[in-house]
């Protein structure tokens, strides 16, 4: 699958902004989808995850209760939808799919997922 993430920016401590992926190729809406981020000179983290009926979410501690991950399997897009920002969260955002279809499980460590989006730099100012 092909991701293409946008929605990046420059925004204040304390706004708001919402990321897209849009996927293209296999069947995006089998596939277990997640984001990342990655801060210069700090390692790829996860960020949230999200199954691929969308019934369930996951959350790194660091960002629960403030980022909320959402799909539109009929429009091939996975969400995110970031609040309350804090300088702290500035990195380059990837949205990657799963390789594995149909998986009951939202794994967190980047090697199980396959495809990944360009990446989108948002940028937190305090």
């Known amino acids: 699958v092909q991701l293409q993430a946008s929605g990046g920016g420059l925004v204040q401590a304390g706004g708001s902004l919402r990321l897209s992926c849009a996927a293209s190729?296999?069947?995006?809406?089998?596939?277990?989808m997640g984001w990342f981020r990655q801060a210069p000179g700090k390692e790829r983290e996860f960020v949230a995850g999200i199954s691929w009926r969308g019934g369930s979410t996951y959350y790194a501690d660091s960002v629960k209760g403030r980022f909320t991950i959402s799909r539109d399997n009929a429009k091939n897009t996975v969400y995110l939808q970031m609040n309350s920002l804090k300088p702290e969260d500035t990195a380059v955002y990837y949205c990657a799919a799963d390789t594995r279809p149909y998986t009951m499980v939202v794994a967190t460590t980047p090697k199980v997922f396959g495809s990944w989006g360009q990446g989108t730099q948002v940028t937190v100012s305090s």
């Open positions: 190729g296999r069947s995006f809406s089998n596939y277990v």
